[in-house]
């Protein structure tokens, strides 16, 4: 149990690390981070229970509606809602990174109980595929997230609308096409790998605009 624990939570706590440390001029408080974090981790449960339904009534019969509409329309919209709702206004939202390091704090705690729960059912003979893939995606989605909510923040206010709404869309794109690619192609793995690479590129390309 203690294994997989450790090995469910190790990938995500480094991550969220790795971007809180890259915000070297005013660091956020771990507290509010945390705070950030449990929050993605509690959205687990009702977001699981809502997949439940969807899958037992049969809602979604096909690779890209499943992937769109019943992974990754409901994961990153409470995600996008906790981030909008509880930081975009705080005062501690003080610069354009800020909303990097919230966003793969809220996307990471949500990552990081999902992929507990997935190793305590399957194993921990997964925790390496794991963290390379549904934990870092979900990292990269969260920066994404939070780079556009930056934008918004400290952007002209005709232009806020336009950043508020790429927070959504472009996170909910990039998860809709990683789980269509699980979902429903066959040697998915030679697909996934150039979309991580890519993702990677991405997500650390607004880290770096972010901080300039």
Known sequence: MLAVITAGLAPGLALLSYFYLRDRYDAEPISMVFRIFVFGAILVFPI?????????????????????????????FFKWFVLYYTVFQHI????????????????????????????????????IGRALLPVSSHALFGVVMGYYLGKAKFSPRYEKRKWVFFSFLFPFSLHGIYDYILITLEQWLYYMLPFMLFLWWFGLRKVKIAKS
């Open 92 to 127: 501690e939202f003080d610069e354009p990174y800020d909303g990097i390091v919230y966003g793969a704090a809220v996307s990471l705690g949500f990552a990081t109980l999902e992929n507990i729960l997935y190793l305590l059912v399957n194993g921990v003979q997964f925790a």
């Open 48 to 76: 699981m229970f809502l997949q439940y339904i969807l899958e037992v009534e049969q809602v979604f019969t096909n690779g890209f509606t499943q992937a769109f509409l019943g992974v990754s329309i409901l994961e990153e």
